[in-house]
């Protein structure tokens, strides 16, 4: 199985996005550097838009994960509900 | 009074398929294929455009908003930057150094990279990647003007700022390194600028580039940089998808693609791989404060994270480049080698050089136990003893350039680091020099591409760098004083140690003045 990953600008927009993701992929390793968070995961991760919802309290469009974004690793499936990242291997 | 649409809104496929997808025309005044007249010419077989998925789905209205976004937040931090001195935040203006490097040797990449998309973009019969292309093309322009906005703050109080993006790249030695990895590229066609840009160097190989970049900057109190950065990798992770969404739409349309591909993953892993020793450089040297080493981000980003990118592209009968074996010996000297070169050479850079003191020489061989203290420690303290004696050592001899990665013959041989490592090729009754199995590889298969690199030493020779109207029969002539006038670095100012340059100087009486009253 291969790693996936992802990484945001460590700030105040993607603190409850981390958080979302580390509940919702349990599976899920942080790795905190310099200005950066960096989640690692086997195999697959998955950024759902309701559990972001849920901790900022307002609607949320996944496409404004952009912003902060800084790389991944891994296939992209987008849908205006889940952001999946995987390596189908 | 506003009007409450109700009309439920698009869903992001549909609104994607609409506003990207649903652009497209087929042309009637001219044929297709004379509308497009690079889209054969390389070998690709694309029978259906319609296949190409862009897991994205971002359309222009969507991007506008968003890079805006990223705009305002970019330039709110520069200016708070400037208003408070964030210059004087770093660790230690040695660091600057390697600033110069990228605004010198990697902004203007961003640039071309910019063109070169715009071309693609130009080029491709398809809408999906001509979309993506686009938006691309936009986001390169966007970094180079950003970048070149952050550090001009530096310019107001650095040595060696003042030449910007525009003018070395033509012309210094050193920057002919990645300025002809993207113009070789961008001479090909536009599925080789694909793999060559899209998939080799925005998939395999950036993170190797930006993550240490901005984590080193960030590291190194650099808010300047730490902000152009991680705004230009918000982009780079749609470029990343382009690159391989692009490939595997390549090897998805026909078989015969496959050895095309292959042949140019190998080519331009190995050319970028051979770019970013720049960048190996400076993360186990020029940083005074130090992230991680060369070989560990290499074994991060190339060997695990490249191996599970391999992995996945086995299934098109994909093999993982055969530079790898070479590249694992090299991921240990290659950094050492390079810096080695330009403490030789610093009389002729655009920025500064130093010898690692005791304490970074301590780091460097706990990093690099195999070769370290056996090979380049002892070469390090042959110079202090030297530079103590007052004959710090300089090489005043232009050394041999590879023909293709048009880097010096300073690497040595995979297997036997006492050895420098050259090749050598014939064509049509001229020899050709070249670093590596990899590099004369790739001459051999294009002699006539190569044989016209304009290499900056042989240049040097043929007279072809110095100020219109040098006389080099007047009397006195200084070849190398004028080759540094027609490169615009000042001598004394911009080249040479940090020991003893006005940077230091500087650096060290402003930051005083900042933290005490007198
Ligand atoms: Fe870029
Ligand atoms: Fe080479």
Sequence with gaps: MSTVFIAFQTNEDTRPIVESILADNPHAVLDEQPAMVKINAEGQLVIKRESIEERIGRNFDLQELQINLITLSGNIDEDDDQFTLAWKN | ?518
């Excluded at chain 2, 090299?330 to 610093?346: G, L, M, P």
């Design chain 2, 1 to 518: 009074m506003d009007m409450k649409a109700n009309k439920k809104k698009l869903g992001l496929k549909e609104k994607y398929a609409h506003m990207t997808r649903g652009l497209d025309w087929q042309t009637t005044y001219q044929p297709m294929d004379k509308v497009f007249p690079q889209a054969t010419f390389e070998g690709i077989k694309i029978h259906d455009w319609e296949k190409w998925e862009d897991p994205f789905r971002l359309t222009m209205d969507a991007y506008w908003k968003y890079q805006a976004e990223k705009e305002r937040k970019l330039y709110a931090v520069l200016d708070a930057f400037a208003q408070n001195n964030g210059h004087l935040g770093i660790t230690d203006a040695r660091y600057l150094n390697a600033v110069k490097l990228f605004l010198t040797g990697i902004s203007p990449l961003e640039y071309v990279a910019h063109r070169g998309f715009a071309a693609a973009g130009r080029n491709f019969p398809g809408v999906g990647p001509r979309v993506a292309c686009l938006m691309q093309s936009i986001d390169e322009i966007r970094h180079a003007q950003t970048q070149i906005h952050a550090l001009s703050n530096y310019n107001k109080f650095y040595e060696g700022f003042h030449a910007g993006a525009a003018h070395q790249i033509e012309r210094i030695w050193y920057l002919s390194v990645p300025k002809s990895f993207f113009d070789d590229a961008f001479s090909a066609g536009p599925f080789e600028w694909m793999i060559a840009i899209g998939f080799s160097f925005e998939y395999v190989l950036t993170n190797l580039l930006f993550v240490p970049f901005m984590s080193g900057a960030a590291y190194n109190g650099d808010m300047a940089t730490v902000t152009f950065g991680f705004s230009a990798q918000s982009d780079e992770a749609r470029h990343m998808t382009l690159g391989l969404e692009c490939i595997k739409f390549m090897l998805e349309q026909d078989p015969d693609n496959l050895p095309i591909v292959q042949k140019w993953i190998d080519k331009w892993a190995w050319r970028g791989i051979r770019v970013l020793t720049l960048v190996g450089m400076m993360m186990d040297y020029m940083l005074p404060k130090r992230v991680m080493s060369w070989k560990e981000a290499w074994e991060i980003y190339f060997e695990q994270n490249g191996g599970a990118l391999f992995n996945d592209l086995a299934k098109y009968g994909i093999k993982v480049p055969d530079c790898i074996t070479q590249c694992t010996v090299d991921k240990e000297h290659i950094s050492h080698q390079a810096w080695c070169t330009f403490y030789q050479y610093a009389h002729a850079s655009a920025f500064h050089t130093w010898l690692p003191n005791a304490e970074e020489m301590d780091w460097l061989s706990a990093k690099y136990p195999n070769t370290f203290d056996k090979y380049y420690r002892p070469r390090y303290e042959q110079w202090r003893e030297m530079a103590d004696k007052g004959e710090r050592f300089y090489n005043n001899t232009l050394p041999m350039l590879c023909q293709v990665c048009q880097i010096p013959m300073v690497f040595t041989e995979p297997d036997d680091p006492s050895k420098i490592c050259y090749r050598e090729s014939d064509y049509q009754g001229e020899k050709y020099h070249t670093c590596s199995d990899g590099c004369k590889h790739i001459f051999d298969d294009e002699p006539e591409k190569y044989i016209q690199a304009w290499l900056p030493v042989h240049q040097i020779y043929q007279g072809n760098c110095w100020p219109e109207g040098t006389d080099p029969t007047a009397e006195g002539f200084d070849p190398m004083a004028k080759v540094l006038e027609w490169y615009h670095i000042e001598n004394g100012k911009d080249n040479l140690d940090y020991e003893g340059s006005g940077d230091q100087a500087n650096f060290a009486a402003w930051r005083g003045a900042a933290t005490q009253n007198t």
